[in-house]
C-alpha cells in the first residue's frame, strides 16, 4: 500500500510560479513511478506530468517547458514545479503511483492523493 498526500497548491496570478509537493509513505517509494494529474471544473481528469523510478521524464504537451516533475527517493517526495502559470492551469491536481515503468493514462495508476487546488488568476 501507499499513501500519498499533496500539498503546496494554492492561488497565484498568471506568470506566477508554484511548487507541489506529494508525500508518499511506505519503503518501497523508489519502486514506483509516479504521476501529476489535473482536472478543471467540468472537464475529465487529464495527464500532466510523470516520472520513472529511475527519473525518465514525460509531460503533456500543454506544460512541457513550463513544469517539471522530479523526485527524491531518500525523502519518499514528488515534486511538480510550476513557472509561466496560466489561468487554464487552475484545477485540482492529483499525485499517483503505478507500478509500471511510466504511465500517462489514469486507469495504470492504483494509488491517489486527495489532491491540492491551484488556481491562477489572470
Known amino acids: 500500500q501507499v499513501q500519498l498526500v499533496e500539498s503546496g497548491g494554492g492561488l497565484v496570478q498568471a506568470g506566477g510560479s508554484l511548487r507541489l509537493s506529494c508525500a508518499a509513505s511506505g519503503r518501497t517509494f523508489s519502486s514506483y513511478a509516479m504521476g501529476w494529474f489535473r482536472q478543471a471544473p467540468g472537464k475529465e481528469r487529464e495527464f500532466v506530468a510523470a516520472?520513472?523510478?529511475?527519473?525518465?521524464?514525460t509531460y503533456s504537451g500543454s506544460v512541457k517547458g513550463r513544469f517539471t516533475i522530479s523526485r527524491d527517493n531518500g525523502k519518499n517526495t514528488v515534486y511538480l514545479q510550476m513557472n509561466s502559470l496560466k489561468p487554464e492551469d487552475t484545477a485540482v491536481y492529483y499525485c499517483?503511483?503505478?507500478?509500471?515503468?511510466?504511465?500517462?493514462?489514469?486507469?495504470?495508476?492504483?494509488?491517489w492523493g486527495q489532491g491540492t487546488q491551484v488556481t491562477v488568476s489572470s
Open positions: 516520472i520513472s523510478w529511475i527519473g525518465t521524464t
Open positions: 499517483a503511483a503505478t507500478g509500471l515503468r511510466v504511465a500517462v493514462k489514469d486507469y495504470d495508476y492504483n494509488y
